[in-house]
């Protein structure tokens, strides 16, 4: 599986419809200061489902979207597309080139696809949980991450190494059967109170 092809659409500096496309192995993007080189890396973490602002160098969400300049006018939408090739079946689909979407609109509202099919966050979240590609995963490494690896809790490392051995997918689902199972305990008890008021 490798990255393909971006394509980003009044999402921050980026006015205009761009497309960049990526061939095997390396690829450097070089550019002076502030011609938006950290821009491209935040719209792959932002297309993967980034949804803190911050992160993103941004006060609130809507601040990705490109806000006008001096000659253009602000746009209402800003969009992000990133395929990736498929063909050794990486991705849990059935396609060879996977293209995920990501649109927001002024209001906020934020609206996913994968191949252009409309879906919720989550579809995405697990499509890619494992693969190392999430927004946390280890395939994103912005400036300062290395040495935040290198220096943080042996608990914050573990996750990268869980990540990769694959075992992120089975501890989120345990999470979500943990909740639901506490959540019908407490329905449950509810049911009690209510048959013994009724005795
Ligand atoms: P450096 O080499 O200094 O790190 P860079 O090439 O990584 O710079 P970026 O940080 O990606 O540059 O881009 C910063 C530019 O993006 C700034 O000129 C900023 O005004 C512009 N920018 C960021 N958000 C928006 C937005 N919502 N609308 C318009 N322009 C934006």
Same mark, same amino acid.
């Given at each position: 599986?490798?990255?393909?092809? &971006?394509?980003?659409?009044?999402?921050?500096?980026?006015?205009?419809?761009?497309?960049?496309?990526?061939?095997?192995?390396?690829?450097?993007?070089?550019?002076?200061?502030?011609?938006?080189?950290?821009?491209?890396?935040?719209?792959?973490?932002?297309?993967?489902?980034?949804?803190?602002?911050?992160?993103?160098?941004?006060?609130?969400?809507?601040?990705?979207?490109?806000?006008?300049?001096?000659?253009?006018?602000?746009?209402?939408?800003?969009?992000?597309?990133?395929?990736?090739?498929?063909?050794?079946?990486? !991705?849990?689909?059935?396609?060879?080139?996977? $293209?995920? $979407?990501?649109?927001? =609109?002024?209001?906020?509202?934020?609206?996913?696809?994968?191949?252009?099919?409309?879906?919720?966050?989550?579809?995405?979240?697990?499509?890619?949980?494992? $693969?190392?590609?999430?927004?946390?995963?280890?395939?994103?490494?912005?400036?300062?991450?290395?040495?935040?690896?290198?220096?943080?809790?042996?608990?914050?490392?573990?996750?990268?190494?869980?990540?990769?051995?694959?075992?992120?997918?089975?501890?989120?689902?345990?999470?979500?059967? +943990?909740?639901? &199972?506490?959540?019908?305990?407490?329905?449950?008890?509810?049911? =009690?109170?209510?048959?013994?008021? !009724? +005795?």
């Amino acid at each position: 599986m490798f990255l393909k092809r &971006l394509e980003l659409s009044g999402f921050k500096s980026f006015a205009d419809r761009t497309e960049l496309e990526f061939v095997r192995g390396i690829t450097g993007v070089v550019g002076p200061n502030g011609s938006g080189k950290s821009n491209i890396s935040d719209s792959i973490r932002w297309v993967l489902g980034e949804q803190s602002a911050k992160s993103l160098r941004g006060g609130n969400m809507q601040d990705v979207i490109f806000a006008g300049s001096d000659s253009r006018k602000a746009v209402n939408y800003g969009e992000v597309s990133l395929t990736l090739d498929n063909s050794d079946s990486a !991705l849990a689909l059935d396609f060879n080139e996977v $293209t995920i $979407t990501r649109r927001i =609109h002024r209001s906020g509202e934020s609206e996913y696809y994968i191949n252009k099919q409309a879906c919720r966050l989550k579809d995405i979240t697990e499509l890619f949980m494992d $693969t190392g590609i999430g927004k946390e995963a280890y395939s994103i490494i912005g400036q300062g991450r290395i040495e935040e690896i290198l220096s943080t809790k042996s608990e914050d490392r573990r996750g990268i190494f869980e990540e990769a051995s694959g075992i992120v997918k089975y501890k989120s689902r345990k999470r979500e059967a +943990e909740k639901k &199972l506490a959540d019908t305990e407490q329905n449950l008890l509810r049911i =009690h109170d209510l048959v013994s008021e !009724l +005795e």
